[in-house]
């Protein structure tokens, strides 16, 4: 079973930058990519951005240009860079890792909040 952690949220500006960290352990070798979502107050689960094994990268078009995913193997890591904060970014980040299928890997964790505001 994969186990994730993710941290690195707190408050920012707009305009700001802010990068979270995702850390696996556990099932690793079933590990195909890492996902990125957010969940806003009142709103469903959103999806993000991934990264793939080979360090492909892909983005919603809401985070298109602001966002980076970026890989650390040694360290079992991932990190989402987010640059040019907007209000609506505001949310509860989650990192999870999916298989070769596409399907989630790990539980759901407590996420980690952004806030967007001053």
């Known amino acids: 079973q994969v186990q994730i952690e993710e941290s690195g949220g707190g408050l920012v500006p707009p305009g700001g930058s802010l990068r979270l960290s995702c850390t696996s352990s556990g099932g690793i070798f079933a590990i195909f990519g890492m996902e990125w979502y957010r969940q806003a107050p009142g709103k469903p689960r959103e999806w993000v951005g991934s990264i793939s094994s080979g360090g492909l990268t892909t983005y919603a078009g809401s985070v298109e240009g602001r966002f980076t995913i970026s890989r650390d193997d040694a360290e079992n890591k991932n990190y989402l860079q987010m640059t040019s904060l907007k209000p609506d970014d505001t949310a509860v980040y989650f990192c999870?890792?999916?298989?070769?299928?596409?399907?989630?890997?790990?539980?759901w964790g407590q996420g980690t909040q952004v806030t967007v505001q001053g």
């Open positions: 999870n890792a999916r298989d070769f299928n596409g399907q989630l890997l790990a539980p």
